[in-house]
Nanobody
Framework: QVQLVESGGGLVQPGGSLRLSCAAS????????IGWFRQAPGKEREGVSC????????YYVDSVKGRFTISRDNAKNMVYLEMNSLKPADTAVYYC???????????????????????WGQGTQVTVSS
């Protein structure tokens, strides 16, 4: 059974840190572009960060650049999102997703091609509040 399972969300104060994990089962992440998306109440889903399968190139939405870091451990079939200096605006449900590499850049994949991702996790809530 193909599955993506996120973990690591929670309640954190502004300025704090969280590390989200995404575990894959039933398929191998090596050959997939992986993305972290988020959706806040009343807002559209947003591509936060993506990492390619080929050369490890990455994309970050402007609002998280310098604060978030995406990484993958193919040996463990895991993907991570390290989130530092968290802000209340980062509050959302975070999802990891996987897609066979599209014939475009990882940036375009993340910003515009979210609907084409093949597999999605169930999401993990991140709440940044004092």
């Amino acid at each position: 059974q193909v599955q993506l399972v996120e973990s690591g969300g929670g309640l954190v104060q502004p300025g704090g840190s969280l590390r989200l994990s995404c575990a894959a089962s039933g398929f191998t992440l090596d050959y997939y572009t992986i993305g972290w998306f988020r959706q806040a109440p009343g807002k559209e889903r947003e591509g936060v960060s993506c990492i390619s399968s080929s050369d490890g190139s990455t994309y970050y939405v402007d609002s998280v650049k310098g604060r978030f870091t995406i990484s993958r451990d193919n040996a463990k079939n895991m993907v991570y999102l390290e989130m530092n200096s968290l802000k209340p605006a980062d509050t959302a449900v975070y999802y990891c997703a996987a897609v066979h590499p599209l014939i475009t850049t990882v940036q375009i994949t993340c910003i515009f091609r979210g609907a084409e991702f093949d597999y999605w996790g169930q999401g993990t809530q991140v709440t940044v509040s004092s």
